[in-house]
């Protein structure tokens, strides 16, 4: 091999030495932006549409209601107490006995007064035959009218006298006010008793009373003959009961307006003293358009919804109403079939569009 032969072959191995290393440096990256670009610029992508949960507005019932406290009353409840004071001595009804109106109870000690108002009576017997015998005077003119007058005086006196000893033994005798329950008893017969003493308590309970307050903000939604439901701590089932009166003043500490309602109590299920939870409706609706309460957007000027169409959404001003557990009332702005978006609504705006899931 000469020399010139030597020679190209050595610049042909330089060559391509320096091309192997000079490989892993060029960049192909422009031309294949370029082309990646091109292809974007003439086929773009279509938007993906997010999805979302809705549901169809419908007309609902709707009923106003009121969660409150309260408690039972007896329709009438008292102490039996004497007017007078005296030894006991006779007890006539039992602990926890039903009793009718005018049934004795508790007799006191009346001898003296029985004693008393028998010689009133000999007294009277006595003024009536002197009066008998004035008058038959008088009507032959043998005494003056002044004479027969003081006669009359005499008699009606003992009368009135009578009446006021036979008011103070009816008192010696103590009576059922009207048809109750005795309650416990605490007098024996020999005590001795004075109007300051307790004998025993009684009440009616059937029917019985719910006396409850409600804020004074709802005065003009409630009146006589409203019904109210009630349940107590001693049982689940549930009590009906109409309001009877209302107090006419709101209370200026609480303000609260107070009021009691009637409830029918045969069994004797419901005892003075229980706490009642009282559900209280104010107003009914039958055509309410409610939406969940989550579908409802609020804003520095009101309230606004989001209405899917045809796969987009839209924006829909809305004037809200009365606020449940779940929903809430549309006064305006919705109609009937309206479908209301109700999951999704921070990824959303006008024009969206959006995967529709109807839910109930």
């Known amino acids: ?6 020679t190209i072959l050595t610049a042909v191995i330089v060559l391509l030495v320096l091309f192997l290393v000079a490989l892993p440096k060029l960049d192909f990256s422009d ?39 309260g408690a039972v009353l007896a329709n ?38 029985t004693a008393q108002l028998e010689k009133l009576k000999y007294t009277r ?51 059922a006010p009207f048809d109750g329950m005795i309650g416990l008893r605490y007098v024996s017969t020999g005590s001795y008793i004075s109007p300051q003493t307790t004998i025993a308590t009684f009440s009616n309970i059937d029917p019985a ?22 349940q107590t701590d001693a049982s689940d ?13 709101i209370d200026p500490a609480t303000r609260t307006l107070k009021m009691r309602a009637i409830s029918p109590n045969e069994y004797r299920r419901l005892l003075p003293g229980q706490f009642a939870r009282i559900s209280l409706t104010l107003n009914r609706e039958d055509d309410a358009l409610m939406v969940p309460t989550q579908a ?9 919804v989001f209405i899917a169409k045809q796969g987009t959404v839209e924006e829909r ?11 809430v009332e549309i006064s305006s702005g919705l109609s009937q079939k309206d479908t209301v978006v109700t999951s999704g609504i921070l990824q959303i705006k006008s024009g969206s569009s959006v995967d529709i899931t109807l839910t109930e």
């Open 209 to 230: 009373k719910i006396e409850f307050s409600v804020p004074g903000r709802y005065s003009n939604d409630i009146k006589i003959g409203d019904e109210i439901e009630f």
């Open 31 to 69: 031309k294949e932006s370029n082309l990646n670009a091109s292809a974007a610029t003439t086929s773009p992508a279509a938007p993906k549409a997010i999805p979302v949960n809705a549901v169809v507005v419908e007309p609902k019932r709707l009923s106003d209601q009121i969660q409150i406290t």
């Open 125 to 175: 017997k006595l003024r009536e035959d002197m009066e008998y015998r004035q008058r038959l005077l008088l009507e032959k003119e043998a005494i003056s009218q002044e004479e027969y007058d003081q006669a009359l005086t005499e008699l009606n006196t003992s009368t009135a006298d009578i009446k006021v000893l036979e008011a103070q033994i009816a008192k010696s005798q103590i009576r």
């Open 1 to 6: 091999m000469n020399k010139t032969v030597r």
């Open 237 to 249: 089932d549930a009590f009906s009961g109409k309001i009877y009166a209302i107090d006419p003043m």
């Open 317 to 327: 001003k809305v004037q809200v109403g009365i606020r449940t557990n779940r929903d």
């Open 296 to 304: 409802v957007i609020p804003e520095l000027n009101g309230h606004k």
């Open 76 to 113: 009438e409840s008292l102490e039996i107490r004497s007017e007078i004071s005296g030894k006991v001595t006779g007890i006539y009804f039992q602990e926890g006995q039903e009793v009718k109106q005018g049934t004795l109870l508790l007799t006191i000690n009346d001898e003296e007064l």
